[in-house]
């Protein structure tokens, strides 16, 4: 595949806000987007669950403020290695998350493609 076929068109990339407003799911893992005071600038807030054998369980979370670009946002909670990172895009009605394996407790990742829930009345 050639790196010009991976481009993004003008039109694609530019997402408002409200796109990303809202529940998104994946499995039992959640990410929330809510209006910021700041102009431009969403809160997100996230919980992440990994399950293992009888009651092993570990979580993780999110929470922060995100300033996205471009049909995409990068959140972190820190400058460390350690500190929990993750990639975020709007592509089409989903949302594809990529973390550092960092956002948790052991095993556990945000990463996935999520989609929104919907609301009562059926709109996402």
């Keep these: 595949m050639r790196s010009e076929d991976l481009t993004i068109e003008a039109s694609v990339a530019k997402v ?3 796109a990303w407003l809202g529940e998104w799911t994946y499995g039992e893992n959640t990410i929330n987007f809510t209006n910021n005071k700041l102009a431009g600038w969403l809160n997100v807030t996230g919980s992440a ?11 993780g979370e999110l929470d922060g403020r995100v300033e996205p670009r471009n049909g995409s946002l990068l959140f972190s ?9 993750a990639t975020m895009r709007l592509v089409g009605g989903f949302l594809v ?3 550092n394996l960092q956002c948790g407790g052991m095993n ?4 996935g493609v999520y989609r929104r829930l919907f609301d009562k009345r ?3």
């Design 77 to 85: 909670d820190g400058e460390d290695e350690f500190d929990c990172r």
């Design 16 to 18: 408002g806000l409200t």
């Design 108 to 111: 556990v990742t945000f990463s």
């Design 97 to 99: 998350v990529a973390d």
């Design 49 to 59: 669950v990994w399950k293992g054998v009888g009651d092993n369980v570990h979580v």
């Design 122 to 124: 059926g709109v996402r």
